[in-house]
């Protein structure tokens, strides 16, 4: 797992999303396949917009509260803010590509 890869909490995630401009976030459970497939594509995110984006991930079991705030009822979720703001809500997998010309269009 890469290690620019953030890993989000209740207590942490207010602070990250108004804290950087452009925040992608993965909501995600271990138990959950499409998420494990979705998982090399946010590493490589993370480090492909390193200091031009954040790429987070929210573990869903571990925080059910914030899932619940973002009305998260399916997994993968992707969400993207962009000045604290969220402006994209995406459930399922999508290719690298798709998640590159979304951060691209938003930069």
Known sequence: ??????HATEDSFDALVSGHPLVLVDFWASWCGP?????????ELAEKYEGRAVVAKVNTEEEPDLAARFNVQSIPNVLLFKNGQMIENEVGVRPLQHFEALLDKNI
């Open 35 to 43: 998420c494990r497939m979705l998982g090399p594509i946010m590493d």
């Open 1 to 6: 797992m890469s290690e620019k890869l953030v």
